[in-house]
C-alpha cells in the first residue's frame, strides 16, 4: 500500500512540474518548476520501484544509489542551466516587487 502512495505521489509532482512547464513565462521559472519537481517525483518513484519490486537486494540499493543521485545532481545542473541562460542575455520575464508598497 505504501508503495502505491510513494508512486502516486511521485506521479502527481511530476504532473505538477510538466503543468509548470507548459504555463511558465520564462525560463527561470520554468527551470525551478521541473527540477524541483523532477528531483522530487523521480526519488519518490524510484522509492516506490525498490519497495515494491521482487528484485534482488543489491538491484534495490541501485535504486536508492539513483535516487541519491539524482538529488546531489540536479540541483547542480539546473544551476549551471539557469547561469548558462544569464550569461548568455535572457532577462526574466515575470519581475516580482514584493516590497513595492513601501517605496513610493
Given at each position: 500500500m505504501i508503495e502505491a502512495l510513494?508512486?502516486?505521489f511521485g506521479l502527481f509532482i511530476m504532473f505538477f512540474g510538466?503543468?509548470?512547464l507548459?504555463?511558465?513565462?520564462?525560463?527561470y521559472t520554468?527551470?525551478?518548476?521541473?527540477?524541483?519537481?523532477d528531483t522530487g517525483g523521480a526519488i519518490s518513484i524510484l522509492t516506490a520501484l525498490a519497495m515494491?519490486?521482487?528484485?534482488?537486494?543489491?538491484?534495490k540499493l541501485k535504486f536508492f544509489v539513483m535516487a541519491l543521485t539524482i538529488a546531489m545532481i540536479n540541483p547542480?545542473?539546473?544551476h549551471a542551466i539557469a547561469?548558462?541562460?544569464?550569461?548568455?542575455?535572457i532577462k526574466p520575464k515575470a519581475t516580482v516587487d514584493m516590497y513595492?508598497?513601501?517605496n513610493p
Open positions: 510513494f508512486l502516486l510538466t503543468l509548470g507548459l504555463r511558465f513565462p520564462d525560463v520554468r527551470l525551478h518548476a521541473t527540477a524541483k519537481c515494491a519490486s521482487d528484485f534482488p537486494l543489491v538491484v547542480m545542473v539546473s547561469r548558462a541562460a544569464y550569461k548568455s542575455g513595492a508598497w513601501d
